[in-house]
């Protein structure tokens, strides 16, 4: 029994080692959608509403946050809806920052902590650096009518 414990450990042994954490920092659209098949796809498959486009103007000027994983199924969902949102509506934002996390749902840089990141994706509206919106995993509307729901 002992020397197939043993047996065992050693054969997982590569599978420890070779075992990487997923992507974690700022991103940019680009690489997103050309690093990542399933957020390509996503991407290319939404084809947002007409009203949803048009709401998406209710953030002009306004800074988001997009903090999700890589791994995540709901991020692989909501993020690509974001970016073909934000492509189609031609929004000019005063800024936008995607930002893996790990498992852990944490970044280097400490993004994810300082806006309490908890569940993936969250999507965070801010005007002078003051929230205003918060849109937490899976929206209760479309993602459009959360992310500007009360501006």
């Known amino acids: 029994m002992f020397k197939q414990l043993i047996l065992l450990c ?12 997923p992507f974690s920092g700022e991103i940019s659209t680009q690489a997103l959608l050309s690093d990542y098949d399933k957020f ?38 909501e993020v690509p809806k974001l970016i073909k949102l934000i492509d189609a509506s031609k929004v000019q934002l005063a800024s936008i920052d995607y930002v893996a996390v790990g498992y852990n749902k944490q970044d280097d840089a400490g993004i994810a ?10 999507f965070i509206v801010k005007q ?24």
């Open 10 to 21: 050693a054969l997982s042994m590569p599978l420890v080692s070779y075992a990487t954490a």
């Open 40 to 77: 390509n796809e996503q991407y290319k498959a939404y084809t947002p509403t007409t009203q949803d486009i048009a709401l998406m103007q209710k953030l002009e000027g306004k800074e988001l946050i997009v903090l999700f994983g890589t791994w995540c199924h709901d991020s692989e969902r």
């Open 113 to 122: 902590q300082a806006h309490d990141l908890q569940y993936t994706p969250t």
């Open 128 to 151: 002078n650096g003051k929230e205003l919106v918060r849109v937490i995993e899976k929206p209760t509307g479309t993602l459009a009518q959360d992310l500007t729901q009360g501006l």
